[in-house]
């Protein structure tokens, strides 16, 4: 190793005085409107599944999130910045992704409160392939895919189901996913707000009947499949609310402050999150251990585990899959809006 190392250090001295930095090709810039039309759900399915496979095996270099914190003041704020990125094994290109979430008097200039963009890199030469300026929409695609995911390998073929507590962009993007892998479904959706339009515009767009519920009890006692995608600011369920063999996938969950499921129901499930290091410090299992009902023992498997071959749902057993979304997907996606815009 260190041979081989002096080898490159020898290499690199015989040729600084040549380097020529302006032979790196500047990034392609692929904007919204153009991404929004060429990516969808079912383009990430595959790749995020291998993916997770992937990480499993110790194949994907996954750095822990970064936060920033905008505070507010009279010049800024308040928001917040996340940055993740990933590096599958033996793929051609890796991902760095920069979110910003909560800044929420955009509001007050017509602007969402959230955007971000990717940066794929090659990752033989180390340059700047390409930006997306994705403002969120790769996240969620990716999100969904996960969601997908869990679905196929925790929940029966047929006879599902499937609520939906928020019906924001991530919850269109999980029905998306749903239907994916479990297309034959029966869908109920509850949320503060939007409800009945999130349930006109998948039934239109998917072919599949949606119910609203008057509540999130409602719902949770007539659906076999739960996914929760809201802040986090509270929790959206109870244990006695749930059915024998229910799945709960929640992804609302990426902060040390935020919590959708209650840790009793954590306790009295099987556990599956997507990366135990990360649901432990910022995910549902974080309040589960800080309130001193679990630790990371209590934990079933990781996500990945499923894919490579371990069982998922063995009977009516309760069912939590804790998505808080890795740098894994991140470049598994996009890997994939590479792969499919670079040639447009």
């Known amino acids: 190793m260190l041979a081989k190392l002096s080898k490159f250090t020898r290499l690199a001295a015989t040729t600084s005085s040549r380097r020529n930095f302006s032979g790196f090709a500047p990034p392609r810039l ?14 990430a399915i595959e790749s995020v599944e291998a993916a997770f496979g992937a990480l499993a095996n110790g194949k994907v270099d996954v750095p822990m ?3 920033i914190g905008i505070d507010e003041t009279e010049s800024a704020g308040p928001g917040d910045c996340h940055i993740k990125g990933g590096y599958v094994s033996g793929t051609k290109t890796f991902t760095v992704k920069l979110a910003c979430v909560s800044f929420y008097k955009n509001l007050e200039k017509g602007l969402p409160p959230g955007c971000g963009v990717f940066v794929v890199v090659d990752a033989v030469t180390g340059a700047p392939l390409a930006i997306f300026q994705e403002n969120r929409f790769m996240t969620d695609l990716r999100t969904g895919a996960a969601g997908a995911v869990s679905m196929k390998y925790t929940t029966p073929e047929e006879g599902n189901t499937v609520g939906f507590i928020g019906c924001g962009a991530i919850a269109r993007n999980m029905a998306r996913a749903a239907a994916s892998v479990r297309p034959n479904f029966q869908g109920v959706v509850y949320g503060l707000d939007g409800a009945e339009e999130f349930a006109a515009e998948m039934s239109s767009e998917l072919g599949v009947n949606f119910n609203v519920a008057g509540s999130s009890e409602e719902l949770c006692k007539s659906s076999n499949v739960i996914f929760t995608q809201t802040p986090g600011s509270a929790t959206v369920l109870e244990l006695d609310w749930l059915q024998p063999g229910t ?26 999150p997507d990366l135990v ?15 001193g009902v679990m630790t990371e023992k209590d934990v079933y498997c990781e996500l990945g585990e499923l894919v490579n071959g371990k069982v998922g749902r063995e009977g009516d057993e309760l069912i939590v899959v804790d998505l808080t979304g890795t740098g894994a997907q991140d470049a598994a996606i996009g890997q994939v809006a590479w792969d499919k815009l670079s040639v447009l």
């Open 30 to 43: 692929f904007d919204y409107e153009t991404i929004t039309k060429n990516l969808a759900v079912s383009d």
């Open 65 to 67: 999130p970064m936060h």
């Open 247 to 272: 799945t709960i996938i929640a992804s609302g969950s990426d902060q040390p402050t935020k919590q959708e499921i209650p840790s009793a129901v954590l306790k009295a499930s099987k556990y599956i």
């Open 277 to 291: 290091k990360q649901t432990s410090k910022v995910g549902e299992l974080r309040a589960a251990m800080k309130e």
